[in-house]
């Protein structure tokens, strides 16, 4: 147990490392270098004096390997430097903004999952029945809709053809209802059809099976014996489905001008602010490995097998 | 029975429309009724009508043209970029089930690790920083999906080379990598097919998306992304601008999602 | 009095084909009737419909009458409520059995509060008791523990208590032994036959094995290829066996005591309890 967790722990040290090297390599082969590209944006030209300068402040001239560990070293204490385009500290900008998109995320992501467990079980018990088919070929056509085009088709419904929701930034409770919509509309659709295939798996195990012809009442058996079984493939589900949500917020929040954190990060593509954008990934690949991580704890936690301080004992 | 009949109909319909979408993209010069970039500011934002089915966008182009004309920025690049991650799949996944021990155990660390890095997360790094435009997308594309099918090819290898016509033509002494790879290539080629197919709608969601986003291709591309992105623009007044693009991307990777499903499913 | 009565049961697959062709028999209360045939010649079909489990792409007709009742008739609801608490099971796999990951007393006390107003607790006592029945030791230890730390054995004797628990008033058991080593399966065996006499219970015993079921059933339906092809009382059958199939059966355990050198035929080697 302690040592799957450290070696899971050493597996999240390593994805840190090489997903920095790969972000840190990147802005160094970026066209055009970080000292002209800021002076052009604060509105003076590329003289060389000052380039050279800023070059030198922040030793763009050493060797690779010390620029990166130096920077490490840096985003360890905390510092990502300044927005090109506020000035104001990276950190405080995107904290600032963290709060509407924390809620997009985890409201769609509540939604998501506390529809599709319950119908995506019951599809898989009924496997075969009008209901399933029906709803396994909506999934087909669910799963190619794109989100960008359903969240304008919503707006459109609900905004322009019936005017009942506010589909423009995010300052009351209601702005949030189509946003999440969309999000969970399509993330569900995935949710459904991968926990109807795990509920037809897992229902044909024999302990089920067998639990089954003990006449288990429904309310004990559905969640301790069936859910309880299909609960390292459904984790697995929840796990990585969250840079899925991730991106999601990023198409949506650009669609009802939601000023969240995501949005904030796609305009920083727009105008190269590097500083913004290599804080915003950083933060979102620590957030990603980290859930993992705990993912990784939970299975596990959740499977007995893998107690080894109990041994295998005989009468 | 029935339900038989009726999904076979329903993937026949998906193949019809790949078949013409393939084809309208192939001959959109001719078929399409207006220059997709001609702008006519007198017919800017018109409903659909006989002249023009789709309507006309706000510089006035016609949006039947565009969205023909779209097929070739839309659609086309999905078979390259699929095509690349094919080849590289092929190449590195043959090589590291061929040359097993330390080559593959390197191989299949570093794909492990792009499998594990989420792929949002890598588009935004490479376009975020070598800045936006189809080259970078598809270089972003391709970073996150290569790991993949490296991972399926390497592991179809291994399901076949334990098949026992490959053990006896191993024994009977055609060890080469030709013969290998020739006896080898139509035994993984069917699933390799399936997956690639049901890849397509993924891939066209992913690169349309990019270009909604404003980081894919740039207007005045007919690109339906970018269609959609001014169509959102224009929702009150053309909500016509945006339905139509849209549509088309559902359509099309959702004839490519039946057809890979039913071809997932067998016969 | 039958306990219960199969009539004229058939089962066909979706596509048409007949799994189980017409067989009927009868339970006598406080018997053991043995379902004897090869493996794929419909036992477990039989017993999976009598628990009204079989899988939902097969078709089924003719009666089940469990205590005069006809199960066809009974909604999903009280069907349910006859599993577990009226007809015990036992299966072949007992570490397949018993759910992986949740301690073997809470299966226990799931079991008992899913058919009786007890609380856990008095429910866990009840399990206990029974697994010292079942001649498990340290039973407050093996309630505790997950299927996967004990022996085949030990899961079968959990397995047994499990389906005795509620004092159904029909036990079915399923090939219980065939998954189990030799001495183990003898142990298993006269276990059962004891504890089914002592609680006057029913059962419904599915084997391939002749010499199992000469020493339980007090009557033995011989099945072949869906059809139950002789049945009667397990001495008549084993005397006086009238189909062709059945005959070989017999000359071919003979020919297996023969060459044991003699030894007794109708009880495994320990039955002493």
């Not at chain 3, 020919?255 to 080697?269: D, E, F, T, V, Y």
Request: charged residues 15%; glycine residues 8%.
């Amino acid at each position: 147990m302690l040592r799957s967790i450290i070696n899971r722990l050493l597996m999240l040290v390593l994805m840190f490392v090489l997903f920095s090297l790969f972000v840190f390599t990147l802005m160094r082969l970026a066209p055009g270098d970080p000292a002209s590209m800021m002076l052009l944006e604060i509105g003076g030209g590329p003289e060389q004096s000052l380039v050279a300068n800023l070059q030198e402040q922040w030793g763009l001239d050493q060797s690779f390997i010390q620029q990166y560990l130096v920077w490490v070293f840096q985003i360890f204490q905390g510092e990502l430097g300044n927005s090109f385009m506020s000035g104001e500290p990276v950190v405080n900008e995107i904290m600032n903004r963290l709060e509407p998109t924390f809620r997009l995320i985890s409201g769609s992501f509540l939604i998501t999952v506390v529809f599709s467990i319950p119908i995506g079980i019951w599809l898989g018990l009924n496997e075969g029945s009008i209901p399933d088919r029906v709803v396994y070929s909506v999934t087909i056509l669910g799963l190619s809709v794109p989100l960008y085009w359903l969240a304008i088709l919503l707006m459109y419904t609900f905004g322009v053809l019936w005017p009942i929701l506010p589909v423009v930034g995010s300052s009351s409770g209601l702005h949030y209802v189509l946003p999440i919509t969309a999000i969970s509309l399509v993330q569900s659709v995935y949710f459904i059809r991968m926990i109807r295939s795990y509920t037809i798996q897992y229902s044909k195990f024999f302990y089920i099976e067998a639990a089954r012809a003990r006449g288990l009442r429904p309310y004990i058996f559905y969640p301790s014996y069936l859910l309880r079984s299909m609960y390292i493939p459904v984790l697995t589900l929840v796990a990585t489905s969250l840079p899925g949500f991730f991106g999601a917020s990023i198409i949506t929040e650009t669609i009802y001008s939601f000023p969240g954190f995501s949005k904030y990060m796609l305009e920083a593509i727009y105008r190269r602010d590097f500083p913004v954008i290599q804080g915003s990934v950083l933060l979102v690949a620590a957030f990603i490995f980290v859930f993992n991580f705990v993912a990784d704890i939970l299975y596990y936690l959740a499977d007995p097998r893998i107690h080894l301080d109990k041994q295998r004992w005989e009468i | 029975m029935m339900n038989i009949i009726r999904v076979n109909k329903l993937s026949a319909a998906a193949l019809l429309f790949i078949a013409m979408l393939l084809f309208m993209g192939l001959t959109a010069s001719w078929l399409s009724p207006y220059d997709p970039f001609f702008t006519n500011l007198e017919q800017k934002l018109l409903p659909p009508s006989f002249s023009h089915p789709f309507g006309t966008d706000y510089l006035g182009r016609d949006l039947l043209s565009r969205v023909i004309h779209g097929i070739g920025d839309s659609v086309f690049p999905v078979f390259v970029v699929l095509s690349i991650v094919m080849l590289i799949g092929l190449f590195v996944g043959t090589l590291s089930a061929f040359w097993g021990n330390k080559l593959d155990m390197l191989l299949m660390s570093v794909t492990d690790i792009f499998t594990a890095l989420p792929s949002v997360l890598l588009t935004i790094v490479v376009v975020g920083f070598l800045g936006f435009g189809m080259e970078n997308v598809y270089f972003a594309v391709i970073l996150s999906w290569w790991a993949k099918y490296v991972r399926l090819i390497r592991g179809l290898i291994h399901d076949v080379k334990k098949e026992p016509y490959i053990m006896a033509s191993r024994v009977s002494g055609s060890f080469g990598m030709r013969t290998m790879i020739r006896h080898m290539i139509p035994n993984i080629a069917p699933q390799i097919g399936t997956i690639l197919i049901l890849d397509v709608s993924k891939v066209i969601l992913t690169l349309s998306g990019l270009s909604f986003l404003g980081i894919g291709a740039q207007p005045p591309s007919p690109e339906w992304g970018v269609m959609l992105l001014d169509g959102k623009n224009y929702l009150q007044v053309a909500p016509w601008m945006g339905f139509f693009p849209g549509l088309m991307i559902f359509l099309t990777a959702c004839s490519f999602q039946i057809v890979g499903e039913r071809l997932r499913k067998g016969k | 009095m039958d306990v219960v009565e199969i009539k004229n049961l058939s089962i066909r697959s979706a596509e048409g084909q007949l799994l189980v062709h017409d067989s009927s028999f009868s339970l006598e209360s406080g018997k053991t009737h043995c379902l004897l045939g090869e493996s794929g010649s419909g036992k477990t079909l039989t017993s999976k419909a009598i628990l009204g489990m079989l899988p939902a792409d097969l078709h089924m007709s003719g009666d089940i009458l469990f205590r005069g009742q006809n199960l066809n008739l009974l909604s999903k609801k009280s069907w349910r409520q006859i599993r577990g608490k009226h007809i015990g099971t036992i299966f072949q796999h007992p570490e397949q059995a018993l759910h992986p990951s949740i301690p073997i007393g809470r299966q226990f006390s799931d079991l008992m509060c899913s058919h009786l107003p007890i609380s856990r607790y008095e429910a866990e006592k009840q399990a206990e008791k029974m697994l010292s029945r079942v001649l498990l030791k340290d039973t407050a230890q093996v309630m505790k523990s997950y299927s996967h730390e004990l022996s085949g054995g030990m899961n079968q004797r959990v397995m047994i208590a499990m389906a005795l628990l509620p004092k159904p008033e029909v036990v079915i058991a399923d090939e219980p032994t065939s998954a189990l080593d030799v001495t183990t399966q003898a142990e298993i065996i006269s276990l059962l036959r004891h504890l089914i006499w002592d609680l006057k219970m029913s059962m419904l015993f599915i084997t391939h094995d002749l010499l199992l079921s000469s020493y339980l059933a007090d009557t033995i339906g011989v099945m072949r290829s869906g059809e139950i092809i002789e049945q009667g009382s397990t001495e008549r059958i084993l005397g006086r066996p009238e189909h062709e199939y059945t005959k070989q059966l017999c000359r071919y355990r003979s020919q297996r005591i023969l060459s044991k050198g003699g030894n007794s035929p109708n009880a495994p080697s320990s039955t002493a309890l």
